[in-house]
């Protein structure tokens, strides 16, 4: 947020009330534009998840956006591993590639005008040699695979069943933990 030289304003964690009293006191205070409201859909520490549904109301009321890191949510959460984020207008989703898809790089998704901006502005992309076929074949795949796919991911059928494991070895391990508190 400091490369965009943007003002921030910093709220209390998951609290959407406390959004919307930041995007008010900064209104109040003079702030012109778009607000934006940034936070991630799980944070890989604690294991919590955002309020997104709630922070979602408050950018509609606002006019504000709402971006979410999906880093630790893309191919784990969401229908098919998408994530936990609704998309729409208001919302634009960073996933990476690099953990659950098992590939490098990341991608953005929102509204067609920031995807418009970024092709246009975005230094990091213009300067950037394109995402070669291949990166691109095994990105995509994994979320366009049928949830019957003989062939797995996490995704198909069997990735369904790998979630539901991801999801027992975390209470195991969460419980494990809070017992040695």
């Known amino acids: 947020m400091k490369l965009s030289r943007a003002q921030s304003v910093a709220a209390a964690h998951n609290d959407p009330a ?9 209104r109040t205070q003079g702030g012109k534009g778009t ?33 979410v890191d999906e880093a630790h949510a893309t191919g784990v959460f969401g229908e098919r591993g998408q994530g936990l984020a609704t998309p729409g207008e208001r919302v634009v989703t960073l996933h990476t590639c690099g953990k659950a898809l098992g590939c490098e790089g990341a991608l953005v998704a929102g509204p ?5 901006y970024l ?18 074949a095994g990105c995509a795949r994994p979320c366009a695979s049928s949830p019957t796919s ?3 991911g996490p995704h198909s059928t069997s990735g369904s069943r790998w979630r539901e494991s991801v999801w027992r070895n975390r209470a195991r391990w969460r419980t494990a933990r809070l017992s040695c508190r």
């Open 18 to 26: 406390a959004f919307e009293d930041a995007i008010r006191a900064w």
């Open 112 to 116: 067609a005008i920031v995807r418009d």
């Open 150 to 152: 003989p062939n797995g």
């Open 35 to 67: 607000a934006w409201i940034a936070v991630e859909s799980l944070y890989s520490m604690d294991g919590d998840t955002a309020p997104l549904a709630e922070l979602m109301a408050v950018a509609e009321r606002h006019d504000a956006m709402l971006i």
């Open 119 to 136: 092709v246009n502005r975005g230094r990091g992309f213009i300067f950037s040699t394109a995402p070669s076929p291949s990166w691109r």
